[in-house]
């Protein structure tokens, strides 16, 4: 039963342009949110988060939205540039009160175009 | 300042082998975590350590895992009777204390069962 889904596998952006990536969960007990870079080769890297308190974070080019009514997320860049093109995964976490474990969904893959 | 690192990079093991896979947490961080990545997935937990104590361990496959911290630092992921389903990526990654929320992840483990 995947808990947090990220149901598009790719996307591809034109540099300058805005990338939406989106995510969905079930999990109604999530309080926490999170998006991670993932380079081929490395660890995911931490972008932003939001608690499930707040409907918006922006850090510099990165935004992420939460729609808790309808169990969605998403993240903005704006302006993409080609340095962006990496996997993104969504992860959650607060289901289990005693311990702060994500849950990741699948990825999505961004290429960022020249 | 150094952020969390593993060894080996990559490891090759014959099936039946024993492995241990190392951690070495941001210096401070007090929570320690294990996930294990398969390839077209998102990182799913293994194990969580607040301290020296492994505080959940649900995520661990079988009792073939098991996992180390005994001096609240450096940890050490052990696998017996290795399988060739048990071949994946496998990251560590740690927050300050408890209450945080954000993981930073170390560039993992390829770990190859032939």
């Known amino acids: 039963d995947q808990q947090v889904k990220q149901n598009s596998p790719s996307l591809s952006v034109q540099e300058g342009r805005i990338s939406i990536l989106n995510c969905d969960y079930t999990?109604?007990?999530?309080?926490?949110f999170l998006w991670y870079k993932k380079y081929p080769a490395e660890g995911p890297t931490f972008l932003i988060s939001i608690s499930s308190i707040k409907d918006k974070n922006e850090d510099g080019r990165f935004t992420v939205f939460l729609n808790k009514s309808a169990k969605h997320l998403s993240l903005h860049i704006v302006p993409s540039q080609p340095g962006d093109s990496a996997v993104y995964f969504c992860?959650?976490?607060?289901?289990?009160?005693?311990?702060?474990?994500?849950?990741f969904g699948t990825g999505t893959l961004l290429a960022v175009q020249p | 300042g150094a952020g969390v690192s593993q060894t080996p990079s990559n490891k090759v093991t014959e099936k039946g082998k024993y492995v241990e896979l190392r951690c070495d947490p941001i210096s401070g961080h007090t929570a320690l975590y294990w996930y294990r990545q398969s390839l077209g997935q998102g990182p799913e937990f293994l194990i969580y350590?607040?301290?020296?104590?492994?505080?959940?361990d649900s995520g661990l496959p079988n009792d073939r895992f098991f996992a180390v911290r005994p001096e609240g630092s450096v940890s050490t992921l052990k696998i017996q009777r290795t399988e060739r389903g048990d071949s994946a990526v496998y990251l560590c990654a740690s927050s300050l204390d408890r209450s945080s929320k954000e993981q930073y992840f170390g560039p993992g483990t390829r770990l190859t069962v032939t």
């Open positions: 992860a959650a976490s607060g289901a289990d009160g005693a311990t702060n474990k994500l849950i």
């Open positions: 350590f607040q301290g020296t104590g492994a505080a959940d």
């Open positions: 999990n109604s007990m999530f309080d926490y």
